[in-house]
């Protein structure tokens, strides 16, 4: 019988052993690999072991066949091709366990929050109940008050004729019932008008209200107000041939249509959108500028109206702005993260209630912020939650606004792309144009100057025109949220 080398642990070539007992050997890799059932593993898994042991039993048989050694070369060959393989495997089911124990994290968090709420939510109703209950108590007991102080008027008007008592008895019963109980119905009425009011003006979950009802503290509460002002609105006219992008010849064509059809028009003002020629009109109301659009359709040349478009936008969606989320994210990931861990953040179908707009880098190098469009209806209610759960971290955000400003000339409006080619880039401390023999002259802002001298503001002037705390960035800031809808 043949006789074949077979391999030692210590790298070198061990006495020959007989050949039956390598087809043993041989055999048993075959029994096992037999043996796996990919079914009765997670998943693919299964799939993927019964495979990795098949090509280890290939290569195993060819080594034995070809009479080779165990030595540093097939060591390192057998890694190379097959230990190393054992690794994503590993990695895909200790994937699957935090995948099942962040499952089941979340479950056991939304049991507690769930039982803590019903609880509240049930003090809150029943001491909402009790409280009706004493209210009509008292209404009763007010209504017994002047019953029994009715009964001596009747035992002295009972010497009285029918006659008196028919023409006084309405008026004893006016000045005595009518008149207590005409003062409760009104306490009560401006009570609940006030607590109404309340209700209207701040947006709270039911827990909140269930901790208001026993005077505790809710937490910190959502910062978020929404514009009291009503929106303006806005008419946008964009030219669609090249001939027509000259702004103030398009500003002086629908000046002169107003002027001659209907003077009473009042604008708010009349502004460039840069980088096409095209003008905005500003009124104080959606009506108004409507009314502005019915009377350029109707009065303009149809030549005219064949260059351009005339069209009222919508007000934008609400945004927010995502903090500190690790840069190896992608779009697609961050999207599909948030939806699976914040329930508010999609509607039944799971449609996200939500679109990924920009990431900003972070000043740590590590993360981006990501800004984020909220559909107008789920807003307030997102916006009360102050953080989101993504992965295993919650992140904070809140309410992104940031009006456009141009870093070349520093007005508001437009971006450095958009500027216009004929500005000199300035000083963003002086404002001065920063030429050679440019000297910075201390902080001066140029577009609060401006405003105090355009619309007799009284900004304060001595500051940057890069400062966050400046009056005509916190305008800019106001005016976004006018033509922002936030569901309301």
Known sequence: MGKKKVASASGEGDESVPESSQDKYANELQKLIDVIDPDEYSDDLGTDIWGWFTELEKFSSAAVKAGVTYGKTLRNRLVKEHLEGLLPIFSKFTSKIKERDANIYDLQTALAGTDEALLRAKVWTLEKENAALKAKLDLNADVASSLRDLLPKFDDLKANNSNVIREELPSIIKQIACEDLGKTVQTANTELVEQVKINCSETRSFAQVALQAKNLPSGVAPTFRPPTSKPEGVLLIKPKDETARNHETNRKIFVEVLQKNNPEVRLRGIGKIHGGGGIKLIAASLQEVQAVKDILLEKCDKEVLEKYDI?????????????????????????????????????????????????????????????LSVNPKKFSEIIAKEGLYFQFNRLRFKEFVSPRQCRKCFAFGHTTKNCDPKSEQRCDRCGDVRGKKHRCRGPYCINCGESNKKFRTNFRTEHSCLDPNCKSLNKQIDLIRQRTDYGI
């Open 311 to 371: 069209v009222i936008p919508n007000r934008k969606a609400p945004q927010i702005i995502l903090y500190n989320v690790d840069k190896e994210v992608e779009e697609g990931a961050l999207k599909s993260g948030l939806i699976a861990k914040n329930i508010t953040l999609a509607d039944g179908n799971n449609k996200p209630h939500f679109q990924i707009d920009f990431s900003i880098p972070a000043r740590n190098s590590k993360f981006n912020h990501w800004v």
